[in-house]
């Protein structure tokens, strides 16, 4: 999907670039990720850093195949 060749370009899980994603719809959108694990959760916090660009943004957003 594109999410995990976003992933893959930036070195970070599917998960961190989803989040990052969501953290640019709009001020307004909050993920709340669930996690158990420490990794999961220093993953999570990640994403607050992740930068991505608009292509990468573009392609996130596209529809998936039907």
Do not use: C, M, Y
Request: charged share 15%; aromatic share 4%.
């Amino acid at each position: 999907t594109a999410f995990h060749r976003v992933a893959a370009a930036h070195g970070v899980s599917p998960q961190q670039v989803a989040l990052a994603w969501l953290l640019t719809r709009s001020p307004a959108v909050i993920p709340v990720p669930g996690a158990s694990r420490p990794a999961s959760i220093l993953d999570s916090v990640g994403a607050t850093e992740l930068e991505l660009s608009e292509a990468e943004r573009n392609r996130l957003d596209a529809p998936l195949p039907g």
